[in-house]
C-alpha cells in the first residue's frame, strides 16, 4: 500500500483516508469498527484504492498490509477518562503503531499526530493536575520521540491546534453549542486567550505533503489568524444571529470554583492560555508545498452552521445545502437553492424548515426553504413583508410559494403584490380559513409549556408522528425567546384573518389549496381545494407524496 492510516474512521483520520484516496494512493484503513466507508460514500469519495483492515491498537500489531507510509491519527479525545484508559490509547497505541512500523523494510515515513499544547514538553506529565488526556498525550510524544530515535525509525510529528470542520463536535464545539442555546453568560479567560483552529481539510493536504518532506520535523500546524478567544466567538455569534456574552471569568478563578458553578470540565481549562506557538517551520513547508489554509473567518462561519444544522451532532442535516445569511436585518436559516428554486417552501408553527424534509424529496426541482423570522433557528425582523422581500430578492425564477398554516399569511401578501414574480401560491392548512388555533396555543402558559417540552410531547400535541422534524422544532423551542416569538406570530396571524381572507379573493396568480381531511376549512374559498384522507394540519409530516403531488410544476421560463 502506498499509506496505512491508524484512526481512520475518527475525525482527522477520515479526511486523511479522502485526501490520500483523492490523491490516486492505494490506502489500508486500520479501523476498529468500519464507519470509515460509509463516511465516503456519503461524500462521493471514489473507493477503488481503499482496503479496510481491523487494528486495536491497544495491543501490538500484526498481521497487517505493509505501507510505504502510515500515519497514527489514532487516539483517544476525551476528557474524564481514567489514567489507564488515556494511556492504552494514546502512549502504548502509540509505541505499538511505531514499533509495527519499524518491522517494515521500505518504510518512508512514520507520521505521528500529538497536540499543540503537548508537544515539545521536557519531563514527565503530572496526571494529577492535567488531568488524564493531556497528561498520556505528552507522555505519549514523548515516548515516541525516545523510542523512534531508538529504532531508527523515520518520524515526523504534526502537532495541529482545534481541528474543525463538518462532522466537529468536542472541544470548541461546546462553547458554540452553549452560545447557541443561551447558557454561556461569561467567557472563559481573558481578552488575549488564544483557542487556535486549523480546517480539516487543510490539515489533511498538509498530512498528506509530509512523508516526501525531510524527516525528524515537528510542526506545528494552526491557522495564527484565529482571533483571540473573545472576538472568535463574536464573530461566531454575529453569524448565528445571538448575542455574545460581555462579562469573562479568569481562567484562574475558573480552577478555584466547582464544576457545578462553572459547568467547565476541569481538564480543559489547561487550554485557556494566551500562548502562541513556533509556527515557522509549517509555513515555510507549507509554502514551499504550495498550501495556504483558507481565511479563519470562512472556516469558522461555515463549521457553525454545520454545528447548527445537526443539531451539534445529535441528527443529520435534514435539508442541504444549509446555513445563516442576512436577510432583511435578520440573521435567517435558509436551506436549498436560494436563486434559483422551483419552489419557495415556508413552515407554520410551531415547526422550522425541517418540516419540509419529507415532501422535498419528491418535488421536481430545487427548493429554497428557510426558518421563518424569529422562529426556528433564524433571529427576529422588523417586518415580515420586509423580509418576504429580502427573501425573495436574489430569487432569478418564478417559483411556486408553498406556505403552510400561519406562513400562508406573508405569502399572500407577496404574491399579491409581486404577480408577475410567482409561479403560483399553494396553501397547506391555511390557517387564516379554519377555526381557532389548539388550546396549549392560546392558554397564559403556553410560552412555558413549549418551553418544557419534548419532542414526544411536542408530537403528542401537534398529532404527528414523533420524528426528525419534531424533534427539530422541540430543540428550537427550548432556545431563549422562540417559544415566546412563537405565541406572538400566532396571535399576529390571528388579528390578521380577515385581511388576509379578502386578499385571497383578489390574488392574481394560481392558487392551490391543500388541506387533511381531519382539519377541515370553516371557510369556502373561491379556489380549487385537494383534501388529503387521513391527514390533520401537519400532511407534510404524514402524508408527504399527497402534499407533494398535490404542489402543482412552476411555470417553465
Not at 433 to 454: D, E, F, H, N, W
Not at 493 to 499: C, G, M, Q
Amino acid at each position: 500500500m502506498d499509506a496505512i492510516v491508524f484512526g481512520a474512521s475518527g475525525f482527522i483520520g477520515r479526511h486523511l483516508v479522502a485526501e490520500l484516496l483523492a490523491r490516486g494512493q492505494r490506502v489500508a484503513a486500520a479501523v476498529r469498527e468500519d464507519t470509515l466507508t460509509a463516511w465516503l460514500d456519503a461524500r462521493g469519495v471514489e473507493t477503488g484504492g481503499l482496503s479496510v483492515v481491523t487494528a486495536d491498537i491497544t495491543r501490538p500489531l500484526a498481521a497487517l498490509p505493509a505501507a510505504r507510509d502510515v500515519y497514527n491519527t489514532a487516539g483517544r479525545y476525551a476528557f474524564g477518562l481514567t489514567r489507564q484508559d488515556a494511556r492504552a490509547a494514546n502512549v502504548s497505541g502509540a509505541l505499538h503503531v511505531l514499533e509495527w512500523a519499524a518491522t517494515l523494510p521500505e518504510l518512508r515515513r512514520l507520521v505521528h499526530v500529538s497536540g499543540y499544547r503537548v508537544s515539545g514538553a521536557s519531563g514527565p506529565p503530572d496526571y494529577a493536575a492535567l488531568g488524564a488526556y493531556e497528561a498520556s498525550k505528552i507522555e505519549g510524544d514523548l515516548a515516541v520521540r525516545a523510542r523512534a530515535a531508538e529504532l531508527g525509525v523515520p518520524l515526523t510529528i504534526a502537532n495541529p491546534s482545534a481541528v474543525i470542520g463538518p462532522g466537529q463536535y468536542i472541544g470548541p464545539a461546546t462553547l458554540v453549542r452553549d452560545l447557541w442555546n443561551g447558557r454561556l453568560p461569561a467567557l472563559p479567560g481573558g481578552p488575549d486567550t488564544f483557542v487556535p483552529v486549523v480546517e480539516a481539510g487543510y490539515f489533511a493536504r498538509f498530512l498528506a505533503e509530509v512523508p516526501a518532506g525531510p524527516a525528524g520535523e515537528h510542526y506545528w500546524v494552526l491557522d495564527d489568524a484565529t482571533p483571540p478567544l473573545p472576538e472568535l466567538i463574536g464573530l461566531i455569534a454575529a453569524h448565528l444571529g445571538v448575542r455574545a456574552p460581555r462579562r469573562s471569568i479568569p481562567a484562574g478563578l475558573l480552577r478555584r470554583l466547582p464544576r457545578a458553578v462553572t459547568g467547565a470540565d476541569p481538564e480543559t481549562l489547561s487550554f485557556l492560555s494566551a500562548e502562541r506557538y513556533p509556527t515557522a517551520s509549517a509555513h515555510a513547508f507549507a509554502a514551499r508545498v504550495g498550501l495556504k489554509p483558507p481565511p479563519v473567518e470562512d472556516v469558522v462561519r461555515a463549521w457553525a452552521d454545520g454545528l447548527v444544522g445537526t443539531r451539534f451532532g445529535a441528527a443529520p442535516p435534514a435539508l442541504s445545502p444549509h446555513g445563516f445569511h442576512d436577510v432583511a436585518g435578520s440573521r435567517t436559516w435558509l436551506a436549498g437553492e436560494r436563486h434559483r428554486p422551483a419552489y419557495v417552501l415556508l413552515h407554520g408553527l410551531p415547526m422550522n424548515a425541517d418540516l419540509w424534509a419529507p415532501p422535498a424529496a419528491h418535488l421536481d426541482g430545487p427548493i429554497l426553504a428557510p426558518d421563518l423570522p424569529g422562529l426556528g433557528r433564524s433571529a427576529p425582523a422588523a417586518s415580515t413583508d420586509a423580509w418576504m422581500e429580502g427573501l425573495m430578492g436574489p430569487v432569478r425564477t418564478r417559483p411556486v410559494l408553498v406556505a403552510h398554516s400561519l406562513a400562508g399569511g406573508p405569502a399572500l401578501r407577496f404574491a399579491a403584490a409581486h404577480p408577475e414574480r410567482v409561479g403560483g401560491l399553494v396553501l397547506i392548512a391555511p390557517a387564516f380559513l379554519q377555526g381557532p388555533a389548539a388550546r396549549i396555543t392560546r392558554s397564559s402558559l403556553a410560552v412555558g409549556k413549549l418551553r418544557r417540552m419534548s419532542a414526544t410531547q411536542l408530537a403528542g400535541t401537534l398529532g404527528v408522528p414523533d420524528g426528525p422534524a419534531v424533534a427539530s422544532a422541540a430543540a428550537d423551542l427550548h432556545r431563549p425567546g422562540v417559544a415566546r416569538r412563537v405565541i406572538a406570530a400566532l396571535r399576529t396571524a390571528f388579528a390578521e384573518r380577515e385581511h388576509s381572507r379578502a386578499l385571497l379573493e383578489r390574488v392574481g396568480v394560481p392558487v392551490q389549496i391543500v388541506t387533511g381531511a381531519a382539519d377541515p376549512l370553516t371557510t369556502t374559498p373561491g379556489h380549487p381545494v385537494t383534501e388529503i384522507a387521513g391527514a390533520g394540519h401537519y400532511p407534510q409530516l404524514t402524508h408527504p407524496i399527497e402534499v407533494a403531488q398535490a404542489v402543482p410544476r412552476p411555470a417553465r421560463r
